[in-house]
């Protein structure tokens, strides 16, 4: 019983006493690495980001402003998924929940927020021809990222086995944030600071490639950090519910329960429960754990998933006020829906694909199968192309009706297709897999 007892008070002190503790790394062996109640509550600021990156795209596209409003949303998506991407690689590795850590990561939650008081600013910066980039997304950027240096300059000092990937990390970090202020401060023509930006994501993801073939891996855990995604993927999902709630719920309660609000929350959650569904048809842990290297290209697979998750969230706000909108017409509505839900459905299949290492030729028709009910919508939404009141959503309710249906239709084509067949082509995918290794 004493045994017990002293057993019982050493496992209390470790949980509940979060003094410093050494950063050794975790490793990749660690089957039963889970996800902390520290990564969730992170993770839960992304909920926010998320949310006001889909709304100010919404916002500029009821606006008529779509271009440089997709502009704006592709920079937002990329800095902020890309921003947790970089601290989840740590948290896997050195996510020790002591004091220091617990610090650095609630700073870093402030930077999320901050970012994200950047983004009516950047959305209107590029609505009139200037760079996305602002001096309040760069603030909260620095304050992510500077404590994330000094997370990997201390693991660098404790982890001596990884010392000199550590270090690269912390330098390449470094060295890309002084270029993201300078595309912010340097007075450059538009173009210049486009071309600016776009070379400085493609080199943030380049470097930790180059770098950890050259110097050897980060002691991150492929299952945990397969899990960490999926969670990331979950909550983007629930912004997407959030999203349709809240609009649907301030659309009742200026007119009223009516067809087009029914039809666009139950659009909403179908559609939530089907790209769920749908992502997790995805054996990410599985084969991660099999084959840890893989995962960099899956990693990057899901950085225009997250995005285009979260713009499906969009769609249906846009589909949401357009219900009761004099100017928005049902073909706007169709392609807010169709173009993020067929990414979604693309994205899954690319991450299939690079997780399995096989690009499955038999998946291709059921893959078409899912986008035909998209391509009908957007048809049947052309259609009604006329004069604008013939086109409005609020004079064509019935067409909005048939339109959601049928990308609603998408998804569920591409969940039931796995379910019945599509399962058989990830075996096969496996075993070919398999057979190369050996």
């Known amino acids: ?255 009223g329960w009516s067809v087009g609000a029914v039809t666009v929350i139950t659009a909403g959650l179908v559609l939530a429960a089907a790209l769920w569904w749908a992502y997790f048809l995805i054996p990410s842990r599985t084969i991660l754990e099999r084959w840890p290297e893989r995962i960099f290209a899956w990693r990057y697979a899901h950085l225009p998933m997250f995005g285009s998750m979260a713009a499906v969230g969009a769609g249906l706000h846009i589909a949401a006020e357009a219900v009761e909108d004099d100017e928005t017409t049902v073909l706007v509505v169709a392609l807010a829906l169709a173009i993020p839900v067929a990414a979604v459905i693309v994205t899954v299949f690319l991450t299939w694909s690079v997780l399995m290492k096989t690009y499955d030729l038999t998946h291709v028709p059921l893959f078409v199968a899912a986008l035909v009910p998209l391509v009908a919508a957007v048809v049947v939404a052309a259609s009604t192309a006329g004069s604008v009141e013939q086109a409005t959503v609020s004079s064509n309710i019935s067409t909005l009706v048939v339109v959601i249906a049928l990308i609603a239709a998408s998804a569920v084509i591409e969940v039931v297709g796995h379910e019945l067949v599509g399962y058989r082509h990830t075996i096969r995918a496996l075993r070919v897999s398999s057979d190369r290794v050996d």
């Open 1 to 255: 019983m004493a045994d017990v007892d002293d057993k019982l008070r050493a496992e209390l002190k470790e949980q509940l006493r979060h003094r410093l503790r050494p950063l050794g790394g975790h490793g990749p062996s660690e089957r039963d690495r889970a996800t902390t109640p520290l990564e969730l509550l992170y993770d839960l600021t992304y909920v926010v980001a998320f949310a006001a990156a889909a709304d100010q795209l919404a916002h500029g596209v009821v606006a008529g402003e779509v271009v440089p409003a997709l502009g704006a949303y592709i920079f937002a998506v990329f800095a902020v998924s890309w921003a947790w991407m970089n601290f989840t690689w740590f948290s896997s590795a050195y996510g020790n929940d002591d004091a220091l850590f617990r610090v650095a990561t609630i700073v870093q939650m402030v930077g999320v927020i901050v970012l994200t008081f950047g983004l009516p600013v950047s959305f209107s910066a590029a609505a009139h021809g200037e760079s996305p980039n602002n001096a309040l997304m760069v603030i909260g950027y620095v304050i992510m990222r500077v404590p994330l240096i000094g997370l990997w300059l201390r693991a660098a000092r404790e982890d001596e086995a990884h010392r000199r990937i550590d270090v690269a990390y912390a330098i390449m970090i470094a060295v890309a944030q002084v270029g993201w202020i300078l595309t912010a401060v340097l007075p450059l023509p538009v173009d210049a600071t486009i071309v600016a930006l776009v070379v400085l994501a493609v080199a943030e993801m380049a470097a930790p490639v180059i770098a950890e073939r050259q110097l050897g891996f980060a002691p991150w855990n492929a299952g945990h950090v397969a899990e960490r995604f999926a969670l990331l993927t979950i909550i983007t999902i629930g912004e997407m519910i959030a999203a349709t709630t809240a609009a649907v719920g301030a659309l009742t309660a200026k007119e």
